[in-house]
């Protein structure tokens, strides 16, 4: 049985790994910013097409040590590239690397192409064309001179789902804002709350979660499928196999509204509105222009989940902090009894909700070190 790999953002690891056992996957071993498992290719397929917290699922194919570009060339043409795709195909490579003695990516990354592509013409006397779109995606990821090279399924990378129309200038990702999701113990079906949504990706994400829609079926394609060892019967299997966990249409109350929006920017809300659309949840979603001080509370009982302003990439940290005000006055005014998280990269901020944090976690998001905060306003 192949080993695959199914990377996440750092702080997600765990969130992903009850996933994938929800998805049947079998014996999961949990990395730093990644859960392993050992499955058969429809295993491989159902995490694409199931997983909402995993960015890639990677196959590795080489283990190795180098310390000098010529040691990658040379170690990556010790494996048959050619039965992945054939030689008028398409290849792209992506290189990450941290704490090694070779510091230049895109010198690595081309390093990997001269190696495959040279095996391609000793072979067919032909090479595949650098193509992003289509064909052979390889990933190398290097950590103290050790690296590892796999063939990456998932191309585009998981989170993409395709219905973000447009996004703002500093957006969530989608697979993080899934795992906030799990991390918060969402059960699925309370109404969720979202003071500063953006274009709308928490609520999105609860509205697909609570259909139980699979986030691959929303998409058009994968790398894997372009590649001569696509198992077609297998595919099909995992897809029969994410759709049937699909809620029948009469368990669903199509008519309520259950997770509701609000930002002061209409352009925000225009936005989210087009996401909602794509993705086939607006009749879920209510999104209202509002500022936080004029919030009451739509229902009597939910969970409010938000990505709160860092004042690093968006907004100014000096007029935040009265934001950061105003937003406790109307947790403490209007949603008593309520569980707030709040996601922040900005801990001067947070200090200004004067509360009592019950939990933290940390979560990258967008490179930004964060933390995921549990508060609970008192009755």
């Known amino acids: 049985m192949p080993k695959f ?13 009850s996933e994938l056992e929800s998805l049947g996957l079998k014996k999961l071993k949990t990395h730093l910013s990644s859960v392993e498992f050992e499955g058969s290719w429809e295993m491989c397929y159902r995490a694409n097409l199931g997983s909402s917290i995993a960015t890639r699922i990677l196959l590795p194919v080489l283990e190795f040590p180098a310390y000098k570009p010529e040691d990658v060339y040379f170690n990556v043409k010790k494996h048959d590239f050619t039965k992945y795709v054939n030689a008028n195909g398409n290849l792209w490579v992506d290189a990450k690397v941290d704490e090694s003695a070779i510091r230049d990516q895109r010198l690595l990354a081309m390093k990997i192409k001269d190696a495959v592509v040279d095996q391609f013409r000793d072979k067919f006397g032909e090479r595949p ?58 059960d699925g079906e309370m109404p969720v709350v979202d003071p500063f949504c953006g274009s709308g990706t928490i609520l999105i994400e609860a509205a697909l979660r609570y259909m139980k829609r699979a986030p691959g079926t929303l998409r058009k394609s994968f790398s894997v499928q372009g590649l001569k060892i696509f198992q077609e019967e297998a595919w099909s299997t995992a897809l029969d196999f994410v759709i049937s966990q699909e809620k029948d249409e009469g368990d669903l109350d199509l008519d309520q509204v259950r997770f509701y929006g609000y930002d002061i920017d209409s352009k925000a809300i225009r936005m989210a509105r087009e996401n909602a659309r794509e993705a086939g949840v607006d009749h879920l979603i209510s999104f209202q222009r509002k500022d936080v001080v004029e919030l009451e509370a739509p229902v009597e009982k939910g969970i409010m989940i938000s990505n709160l302003p860092y004042g690093i990439r968006v907004g100014d940290e000096f007029f935040l902090a009265e934001t950061y005000k105003n937003f406790a006055h109307t947790m403490k005014t209007h949603f008593k009894g309520w569980d707030v998280w709040v996601l922040s990269g900005n801990k001067d901020l947070t200090k200004h909700l004067s509360m009592r944090a019950e939990q933290r976690f940390p979560i990258i998001n967008g490179g930004i070190d964060c933390r995921f905060i549990h508060y609970r306003v008192n009755k």
């Not at 790999?5 to 790994?17: H, I, K, Q, R």
């Open 5 to 17: 790999v199914a990377v996440t953002s750092p702080g997600l690891t765990e969130a992903l790994f």
């Open 129 to 186: 064309s650098v193509n992003k779109n289509d064909g052979l995606s390889l990933y190398l990821r290097g950590y103290k001179n050790n690296f590892v090279l796999s063939v990456d399924t998932s191309s585009p990378a998981l989170n993409k789902r395709g219905y973000r129309v447009k996004q703002p200038e500093a957006p969530l990702k989608e697979n993080v804002a899934a795992g906030l999701l799990t991390i918060a113990g969402w």
